[in-house]
């Protein structure tokens, strides 16, 4: 299947679609005007003819939108063509007409505007609409009483509002169809990743591309704290912060597992206990959202906010409530394959890492020590008399013995030095960036 050109979020189809009823209804009133004329007018037969001639260049006219302009999908430069020469054939008609029937012509109008109004922007619709009614009133002005001319005036309000309702109509449609793509990315971007800083990066994508925000931050609590893993402020980004729960909005979300719609904090939000505290930048904050991420091994928040009062709608909160439920689905995959991979690395009685995955770190500590140029030490060590030990006192007791030395060995070494099981009761651990003096 080849890929369909979009228009504004709609397809060449859904504009033909859409604009057919329109173009059916202006053909058949163009068609049932002429045939109008020609029986109950047959006084002016040149006039006549002349009405008939507009009314097929009309039909055509009509034709050539549906067949050709939107199968194009809605270009720009064809709409305002359109419309040009919609509104030099409706104001040739508009002087053809018979008094009698002469309002038809604000009829042919907002039927010729709203495909216009429903492929692009205002601006095509407008001209029509304005440039027809304003020819028709000065033709007019003088033959017809003021009552006539104030019903014209009325079928052009009527006009308009027909073609801004469309066009808010439209925009609403364009909007949501917007969101649902968002989303659908997002969905096949984020489930196939097993990275935690991929996911992140996805997420911060998604806010830079399909939310107005200041400011936007993802949060995963840890005990009585949050961690904000992505904090984006004002044009600035702020790695590695950690701030207190209690008493903020985010621990309000995550403790009551709700979303939290705040669109002016300029009033005080009715929630007991809660005080909002500003995180990044120190600028007032006036609009904020929160949604709860929740999974078997994560519990966090994502949240966005604004300078300005009412930024955000129920619409944005909807979209970042399914944000949230999809990052808490790929984060808690990603959590569950990372201590997985853990268990992997390590020896499951003392917790360090297993013989196995310790030569291969050593290996890539010795090169990392040789391509900078520093030293690399190492420290190998057993128990004395282990077996005697274990005869005495039982294989258990052995056991709490080597999880208790590795425990106090984890507890003297640095985040950058490793503890591995080299078999028994032997260990060795690694040093990098340490001298022969700073490791005895």
Not at 79 to 84: E, F, M, Q, T
Not at 117 to 137: I, K
Not at 180 to 192: M, R
Not at 351 to 371: A, M, W
Request: hydrophobic letters at 45%; one cysteine or more; a negative charge.
């Amino acid at each position: 299947m080849k890929n369909q050109v979009k228009q504004k979020g709609f397809t060449p189809q859904e504009h033909q679609v859409s604009s057919l009823p329109a173009i059916a209804v202006g053909i058949v009133l163009l068609t049932s005007a002429a045939i109008a004329a020609a029986t109950n007018f047959p006084a002016a037969p040149a006039q006549t003819n002349w009405l008939l001639v507009f009314s097929v260049l009309g039909a055509a006219q009509f034709s050539f939108h549906y067949f050709i302009h939107s199968r194009l999908g809605g270009q720009l430069r064809l709409i305002w063509l359109n419309a040009l020469i919609a509104t030099l054939l409706l104001c040739a008609l508009s002087s053809l007409l018979p008094d009698e029937i002469d309002h038809l012509i604000y009829m042919l109008v907002f039927i010729a505007a709203l495909p216009m109004a429903l492929l692009s922007n205002r601006g095509p619709s407008h001209v029509l609409l304005f440039g027809v009614t304003t020819y028709h009133l000065a033709f007019n002005l003088g033959k017809q009483p003021h009552h006539e001319l104030l019903t014209h005036f009325s079928f052009t309000a009527a006009a308009f509002i027909g073609i801004e309702t469309v066009q808010q109509l439209r925009n609403v449609a364009v909007q949501r169809i917007k969101r649902l793509e968002v989303i659908n990315e997002l969905s096949k971007q984020i489930v196939s990743t097993l990275n935690t800083k991929q996911i992140f990066a996805l997420l911060n994508a998604v806010f830079q591309n399909a939310l107005e925000a200041d400011a936007y931050y993802v949060g995963v609590a840890h005990e009585e704290r949050l961690y904000l893993e992505l904090l984006y402020d004002d044009g600035e980004y702020f790695p590695d912060l950690w701030v207190n729960r209690k008493g903020t909005l985010a621990n309000w979300v995550m403790t009551h597992q709700k979303s939290l719609f705040l669109p002016d904090l300029r009033k005080r939000a009715a929630l007991e206990g809660v005080e909002v505290i500003t995180v990044g930048k120190n600028k007032p904050t006036h609009s904020w959202m929160g949604a709860p991420m929740r999974g078997a091994r994560v519990n966090g928040i994502i949240a966005i906010s604004s300078y300005r009062p009412n930024a955000f709608d129920l619409n944005d909160m909807e979209l970042l409530e399914n944000i949230a439920q999809r990052a808490a689905l790929a984060l808690d995959n990603a959590y569950r394959h990372e201590e997985v991979e853990k268990q992997a690395r390590l020896d499951s009685l003392t917790g360090v890492y297993n013989h196995g995955y310790f030569i291969n770190l050593l290996r890539e500590q010795t090169q990392e020590c040789r391509e900078k140029n520093q030293p690399l030490s190492l420290i190998m060590l057993d128990v004395d008399h282990f077996k005697q030990y274990n005869d005495t006192f039982g294989h258990l007791i052995g056991d709490e013995v080597l999880v208790s030395l590795c425990s106090v060995i984890q507890r003297h070494v640095k985040a950058t030095d490793a503890v591995g099981r080299w078999g028994g009761e032997e260990f060795c651990v690694s040093l990098p960036n340490a001298s022969v003096e700073q490791a005895l």
